[in-house]
């Protein structure tokens, strides 16, 4: 019989976090923790009703199903992962949660979505407002602007408002607003919100931050006078640590992938990324199949780690030394088979590396619409016959290795966004002849991570499927953003984020980069040039 303080502990528990459990399944769990001496019972029953949180009930009242799954999830073996607790999992970017804020609950919300990519026009028109949604309520939690009615007024704090209050208040000198950044009408800026749009004077505007783009979401300061609103500074929303973010959503899992929680919080898989701390992918753009130096480079380059593999091998698009077509469709299949030939030689690598495939804006596989789907099996079919082990992903794709999380995205996003910013990075220099300027690759990494989106700009510029802009979201803040650009290679950080770029593998003298995901280090490797 189980003891009857434990019963009223698990009850009390359930009640706290809004279940019911009757006093027949109180007692079943009450005799579990009984068995288990070794157990904390406050730290157990904790597991337990997180566990049947994410089971996603349909009304609070738990059953013994919930009951009976949860209790099969906490009581295993320490030393074993969950079924869907995977080391390494490709994720569909199709299938990721959106995220979303809920107005009327005041706080943030994940919605699931479908695969239709022709959706109705409405969607058009929510794109940016969802994007404006999310930067707004985040900006309003930062220090900068969260006020509250006990602080003292002699605080710093600036008051971020709608645009509608330029119209409706007298107040208009030193006003704080934020919106979406566009030409309403040609050479004609615009800041517009949900209350409406009001025109910019940027004549004499500083640009505190560096590759702002028609179509970001900006904060703008300034007064306003006739109509226009005269901006004195111009920035992107205040970044938040991800840490930050990751308490608006618990242990849900925003990340993507099988598993019902953030594999972020997972002891289990933190304690074997600690084990394995050699572990290591590589990423590698632009691997020409068609051409056979290429293909020779590659050889070399899994030569050098043929008696160490890697964990996986990520290549990036293109896959063709030309325009892909239907002509040299033929090229390409060959081609595939042949690096599956190649890949072979390698026993080890064929046996424990993935290879996971992201197609290019210019390969066979569908319209040059964001997010891109998987190359076409038809193609591969020959590489999958050499190599199982391998994953076609979509464009961009999300890697999830043990506890770290990594968006890998192939597109030439630097040159879009230098050729539509309002503010370039412009070069000055120290006494001593260094630069003191931010170059651009920090530029960049600083736009997508403070706009919490890889394509901040207009569709226009690139083309989004609009029912799926969320799939590009970078919220909450992963830990490596790869950007496989035919800019030269690079890696920065910024908030707790790595942004790399691995180059051309063919036009940056046969670049790639290694990334050790248990300290979260990049490698810039090379070919060394002798080597044919």
Same mark, same amino acid.
């Given at each position: ?5 434990? %019963?009223?502990? %698990? ?14 399944l109180?007692a079943?769990? +009450? ?40 209790l ?22 199709f ?9 009327d609950?005041?706080?943030y ?48 704090k ?14 208009t ?5 934020m ?40 904060? +703008?300061?300034?007064?306003?006078v ?9 920035? &992107? ?22 598993h ?35 293909l ?30 239907v002509?040299?469709l033929?090229?390409l299949?060959?081609? &595939? ?8 030689? &390698? ?9 996971? &495939? ?31 082990n391998?994953?076609l ?11 770290k ?21 412009? *070069?000055?220099?120290d006494?001593?002849?260094?630069s ?9 990494? #600083? ?28 919220? *909450?803040?992963?830990?490596?953003? %790869?950007?496989a ?12 984020? #790595? ?7 063919? #036009? ?6 290694t ?18």
């Amino acid at each position: 019989m189980a003891d009857e303080n434990l %019963v009223k502990m %698990v009850h009390k528990t359930f009640d706290i976090y809004g279940l019911t459990i009757t006093r027949k399944l109180s007692a079943i769990v +009450a005799k579990h923790l009984q068995s288990r001496s070794e157990l904390d019972p406050k730290d157990w029953l904790t597991k337990i009703v997180e566990q049947i949180l994410t089971q996603k009930l349909s009304t609070p009242r738990v059953d013994i199903e919930h009951l009976r799954l949860a209790l099969a999830e906490c009581l295993k073996p320490q030393s074993t992962l969950k079924e869907t607790e995977t080391t390494l999992n490709v994720i569909d970017v199709f299938t990721v949660p959106k995220v979303g804020y809920d107005i009327d609950k005041k706080k943030y919300i994940l919605q699931n979505n479908d695969y239709d990519l022709f959706s109705d026009a409405s969607y058009k028109s929510l794109v940016f407002k969802d994007r404006l949604d999310l930067l707004w309520y985040r900006t309003q939690k930062h220090s900068l602007f969260s006020t509250t009615k006990f602080e003292r007024s002699e605080e710093k704090k600036s008051e971020l408002v709608p645009l509608d209050y330029l119209l409706s208040e007298s107040k208009t000198r030193n006003v704080c607003v934020m919106g979406l950044l566009a030409q309403l009408t040609e050479g004609q800026y615009y800041l517009e919100d949900y209350g409406g749009s009001v025109k910019l004077n940027l004549k004499d505007t500083k640009f505190d931050s560096h590759l702002i783009m028609e179509g970001s979401i900006v904060i +703008a300061r300034g007064k306003y006078v006739d109509g226009f609103l005269h901006v004195e500074n111009m920035d &992107f929303p205040p970044a938040e640590p991800s840490e930050n973010s990751r308490t608006n959503f618990n242990t849900a899992n925003t990340f993507g992938g099988p598993h019902p929680t953030s594999l972020k919080f997972s002891e289990k898989l933190s304690a074997y990324e600690k084990a394995n701390k050699n572990d290591y992918l590589i990423f590698v753009s632009e691997v020409w199949v068609d051409s056979e130096i290429v293909l020779n480079k590659f050889k070399i380059l899994l030569s050098g780690y043929s008696e160490n593999p890697p964990i996986a091998i990520v290549l990036c698009g293109h896959f063709s030394s030309s325009l892909s077509n239907v002509n040299n469709l033929i090229k390409l299949k060959e081609g &595939f088979k042949k690096l599956g030939a190649i890949v072979t030689e &390698f026993p080890l690598i064929q046996q424990y590396t993935m290879f996971i &495939f992201v197609p290019g804006p210019y390969d066979l596989c569908a319209p040059k619409i964001l997010p891109r789907p998987p190359l076409p099996k038809y193609l591969m079919e020959d590489f999958l016959k050499f190599v199982p082990n391998t994953k076609l992903a979509t464009n961009p794709c999300r890697i999830q290795y043990c506890t770290k999380e990594i968006v890998v995205f192939r597109e030439n996003m630097i040159s879009k966004l230098c050729r539509n910013t309002l503010s370039y990075p412009k *070069p000055t220099f120290d006494e001593n002849g260094y630069s003191i300027t931010e170059s651009v690759h920090k530029a960049f990494a #600083k736009s997508i991570i403070r706009q919490s989106h890889l394509t901040p700009l207009l569709f226009s510029v690139i083309p989004v499927y609009w029912k799926h802009d969320h799939a590009l979201q970078l919220y *909450p803040t992963p830990d490596l953003v %790869v950007v496989a650009d035919d800019f030269k290679p690079y890696e920065t950080t910024y908030y707790e984020c #790595k942004v790399i770029n691995c180059g051309s593998f063919v #036009k940056s003298n046969f670049t790639f980069m290694t990334y050790y995901p248990s300290e979260n280090g990049v490698d810039e490797c090379i070919l060394p040039e002798d080597i044919i």
